[in-house]
């Protein structure tokens, strides 16, 4: 039988990657969690600075059309909506480049761009169903983390 992490260690577990609703913040709690950590769902919050572009591009993206590239030799991975860097960077990657570029985000991601830089994501992006405040999206993230 596996073990937590949480049970070996005397400080606070956090889980991070693909946490974006309620449900998936009480499965990191279930299996040890004392907290989240959480991008993705910020990117798509009113308050977020990305383009409204950007925000509208992900929202539309179907999980079967992410393109996964690497750079940093490798050992860095972008999951971004199908678009020029994200389509390069994983020719580059077919051809032996494991760094290639990923472009602006200032450009791509801040300013609506798409094909100026990747719109990265998580692999359950396609969960998020609306942008809401990052306030609402704390209150329900945090929910599961309550004592009752």
Known sequence: MTALLSEYVNIPVLAAGGIVNEKMALAAKVVGAEGVFVGTRFILSKECRAADATKADIMATHPDDYIVFTQMNGNARWRTTPHKHGFEGLEANRRGDLNPP???????????????????????????????????????????????
């Open 102 to 148: 990923s472009g602006s985000f200032f450009y791509g991601m801040l300013k609506g761009d798409p094909d100026a830089g990747v719109n990265t994501v998580a692999n359950v992006t396609s969960l998020i169903k609306s942008i809401d405040s990052c306030e609402d999206i704390v209150n329900e993230l945090a929910r599961p983390f309550e004592e009752v």
